[in-house]
């Protein structure tokens, strides 16, 4: 009999098997870069002390050997294209899993009594390379229900049927490089939805005392700007932590050139059309590859931003433009975002020449609350 425990993203934590006289408990430290990312897992036998085994993955998250506490590997992995595995020993010989590994093919849950890989909402047939189950998101990655990874497996992955990144002209390494970002947008993203989700509902109590004095247009305005703007991180995090598809390419555009599908011109860095964020590899002074980790997530940010309302600067709203917004993608939060501060005290000014100076006080200290 086992026994499992999952995080609230179906992540099992732990495994609890018992067989007769004995009880093994496994548990399992998962990475941030990615859903399936596995770093370790911690095996006792009777509650007698635990033995780390550590998991190596390759760009599109095959564990491909495990290793113990010191780095000597203990057992490799190979794969057919829809997860068959073959086990090999540290030479590279053929073997036998020794160890009941069971996450492996892009991190799914191997079962080795019916030989599919479980990733959540449905199991993997890997002689068949479809589904077990219909799709939960679906027709919208075609009209197959059933057709697992969009038939091309070494492309992306679809950890729970809810989401898709497919990649097209991207190195594995840069395919690894990207999903780390997007993990840490996706986070940033969530932190972010909750934090002007709690100052939208703060400005909306305060403007409508404000209505009974007045209309204070100020602080009308920016009390719908951050409801749109709550709205936006929510569509960010949800879309990234499985809600829709999207295709990130790399793609030269040189200088002078425009894109077909979208009014962009060189050197721009990147620009997002239906779904889709065409990095430019012709980008000057220089290609997106060469940008830093920093200024790469804040293009992806400024990119995902655009699926969910976000312009550039059309609206003459600012907290929605997202050459703004994307300075919140790392190191910044809404107490130190410049755009925000300056509306923020165009609001209060407003109240104040309306008569409401103590309002306005109170609601610039308790939004230092909330924003720390």
Request: net charge negative; hydrophobic share 35%.
């Amino acid at each position: 009999m086992t026994n499992s425990y999952y995080s609230t993203s179906w992540q099992v934590l732990e495994d609890d098997i018992v067989l007769g006289s004995t009880t093994t408990k496994d548990t399992y430290v998962w990475s941030q870069s990615y859903i399936d990312d596995m770093v370790a897992r911690d095996q006792s036998v009777n509650g007698g002390a635990a033995t780390r085994i550590y998991a190596q993955q390759d760009a599109n998250h095959d564990v491909t050997s495990i290793t113990d506490s010191s780095g000597n590997v203990l057992e490799r992995f190979v794969y057919d294209p829809y997860g068959t595995a073959t086990v090999l020993n540290a030479s590279w010989g053929g073997t036998t899993d020794a160890y009941s590994w069971v996450y492996r093919f892009q991190g799914g849950r191997y079962d080795p009594s019916s030989g599919k890989i479980n990733f959540r909402n449905r199991d993997l047939d890997t002689v068949t390379g479809t589904w077990m189950e219909r799709d939960p998101i679906g027709y919208a990655q075609g009209m197959n229900p059933y057709e697992a990874l969009g038939s091309d497996p070494a492309a992306g992955t679809d950890p729970d049927g809810l989401y898709t990144i497919t990649y097209s002209g991207l190195t594995p390494a840069q395919q690894q490089r990207v999903r780390a970002l997007l993990a840490k947008i996706q986070a940033r993203a969530s932190h972010l939805r909750d934090e002007a989700t709690a100052i939208w509902k703060l400005l909306r109590d305060y403007n409508d005392n404000a209505l009974q004095s007045g209309l204070c247009p100020c602080l009308f305005n920016l009390t719908g700007s951050m409801s749109k703007l709550a709205q936006v991180f929510g569509g960010m995090a949800g879309g990234l932590a499985g809600d829709r598809g999207i295709t990130i390419d790399s793609v030269n555009l040189g200088p002078g050139k425009t894109g077909s599908t979208a009014e962009w011109d060189s050197p721009w860095d990147a620009f997002f059309v239906g779904f889709s964020i065409h990095l430019n590899t012709g980008h000057v002074p220089k290609p997106w590859s060469a940008m830093s980790d920093d200024d790469l997530m804040k293009t992806l940010f400024h990119e995902l931003s655009h699926e969910y309302g976000t312009d550039d600067g059309e609206s003459g709203d600012a907290l929605l433009n997202a050459h703004f917004l994307e300075s919140l993608a790392s190191a910044f939060d809404f107490n130190h975002w410049i755009d925000f501060q300056f509306e923020l005290q165009k609001a209060a000014k407003c109240l104040q020449k309306a008569g409401l100076g103590g309002l306005a006080g109170n609601m610039l200290d308790d939004i230092k609350k909330i924003t720390g």
